[in-house]
């Protein structure tokens, strides 16, 4: 059963008794990085460091386990989660070369925008950080392509890792949006048999046009169970919160106001390109001012499409999300850990961060996700963070922003939670009431009228 049908005869189908259970439309991560955030797994966790050289000390503690267990001399030593936007002791080239020893370390930040390397790195990958060390933007995601490829013989097994752990959450689909051309590796894995869940693969301004040679657009079923698909068109036009290049109206504590890295007359040269090749745009912008590039383009190009990410939202600019037709992609599981650094580099702004409720309130669409591995891909934390706004035991940061479940369900659900007649037969079974957000409680996961995961 593919799809949800009426007046099925019980004879001719198989039949599960759900004994009562909670019966839901599957859930969607609406952003994630597939190879990296299963690559992450393996890294050195720097998440919760507070001083570079607490995360300095976490890597010379891994170090003699990760160069038994890669002894490759090619291949790098890898750190992810770092955020030093509240570090008291800045990072420097100095310290990290103290510790990598003879081996390329390369250490990511939480929000992925931001590598920092010791010299035997930056030599290994062809780049000149400053006396910091600290690559940001396109530099640092281009070596973050390397590190991928580098780790290619270790990612198959990881992504089924992965997203195996997914379905048991009750992910039916995952949009991924990895930083190259993507298509080719779900071809592959579709040829060897894929069987969820759902891939909506995102393609990059870079390999648009290779995509719409190949007769691809958003949309396009690749394969014959469907279970891949052509995602969006995804690009970025600013930076991020930690690493204070996110693009924002006033300026940071330090002066600057973070970084607008596509012009706006490109910007808007690319949406009416997307448009004319049947591509969704998913335009990343985090700060207010980015946001506003972004709208503006998406009405002078006549095109609606997603805003990934919508961090902080200018007041004025919250109706135009419905009005434009643009859906706010948004991860609120990032709230719970971005919310000190928000208070310290959007002083006075905070009101405006993460304006879930401001956002629905105002007619806009919100469809949640992870950005994985900047956030695990659960989605019942990215609910818990909306209706929430806390973690266990901490105070509810902006109160006002809350959204209440069946809207935070929703928005998990790809708009609508409730399963009808018609729908695909990609559902969940709980064996909780939802009110308790367990990811544990996932008793059955159906992909297409498949079961993927049953612990019925």
């Known amino acids: 059963m593919a799809a949800l049908a009426p007046d099925l005869d019980a004879g001719a189908a198989p039949t599960l008794d759900l004994d009562g259970r909670v019966l839901l439309r599957g859930l969607w991560d609406e952003h994630v ?22 995360a300095l000390g976490r890597v010379e503690a891994a170090l003699p386990v990760l160069l038994a267990a890669w002894p490759d001399p090619e291949v790098p030593i ?23 020893g003879d081996r390329a370390l390369v250490l990511i930040s939480h929000d992925v925008h931001a590598v920092w390397l010791n010299t035997l790195a930056a030599r290994r990958f062809g780049v000149e950080p400053g006396p ?34 997914a379905v048991r959450r009750g992910v039916v689909g995952v949009v991924d949006l990895e930083m190259t051309w993507n298509l080719d590796p779900w071809l592959a894995r579709v040829a060897d048999g894929w069987t969820g869940p ?52 006033h300026p ?80 609120p599981a990032h709230l719970l850990d ?16 993460y304006p879930f409720r401001a956002l629905l309130d105002a007619g806009a669409t919100l469809a949640f996700g992870s950005d994985a591995p900047v956030a695990p891909l659960d989605p019942w934390r990215a609910i818990r963070a909306a209706v929430d706004r806390a973690l266990p035991g901490e105070p509810v940061w902006h109160p006002e922003q809350r959204i209440d479940l069946a809207e935070a369900l929703d928005a998990s659900a790809r708009g609508r ?21 367990d990811p544990d409680a996932v008793a059955m996961t159906l992909v297409g009228g498949r079961i993927a995961h049953q612990a019925l």
């Not at 909506?200 to 290779?210: F, K, N, Q, R, S």
């Not at 969704?280 to 990410?309: C, K, N, Q, T």
Request: glycine content about 12%; hydrophobic content about 50%; charged content about 20%.
């Open 33 to 54: 990085h597939v190879t990296q955030a299963a690559l992450a797994a393996q890294w050195i966790a720097l998440g919760g460091a507070p001083t570079a050289a607490d």
């Open 78 to 100: 890898v750190g992810i989660g770092f955020q030093d936007g509240l570090w008291p002791d800045g990072p420097t080239r100095e310290a990290i070369d103290r510790v990598g």
């Open 132 to 165: 910091d060390g600290i690559l940001r933007e396109e530099p640092a995601f281009a070596v973050g392509r390397e590190v991928n490829a580098l780790a290619s013989g270790r990612s198959a097994e990881a992504v089924a890792q992965l997203l195996d752990a």
């Open 198 to 249: 759902r891939i909506e693969a995102g393609v990059y301004p870079p390999d648009l046009e290779l995509a719409a040679g190949l007769g691809f657009r958003t949309g396009t079923v690749l394969g014959a169970d469907g279970l891949l698909t052509v995602g969006p068109l995804k690009t970025l036009i600013d930076g991020a919160l930690n690493t204070r290049t996110a693009f924002c109206a």
């Open 252 to 331: 940071y504590p330090d002066g600057g106001r973070g970084l607008l890295t596509v012009p706006e007359a490109e910007l808007l040269d690319l949406l009416r390109r997307a448009k004319e090749t049947g591509f969704v745009p998913a335009v990343h912008a985090i700060g207010d001012a980015a946001v506003s590039v972004a709208l503006d383009a998406f009405a002078a190009a006549r095109l609606g499409g997603r805003m990934e990410h919508a961090q902080l939202v200018a007041e004025a600019d919250l109706p135009r999300f419905a009005a434009l037709g643009v859906t706010a992609s948004v991860q």
């Open 338 to 353: 971005d919310r000190e650094v928000a208070a310290e580099h959007w002083p006075g702004r905070t009101g405006r961060a």
């Open 417 to 437: 939670a409730q399963p009808r007649v018609g729908d695909a037969a990609d559902l969940i079974a709980l064996d909780l009431p939802v009110e308790e957000l």
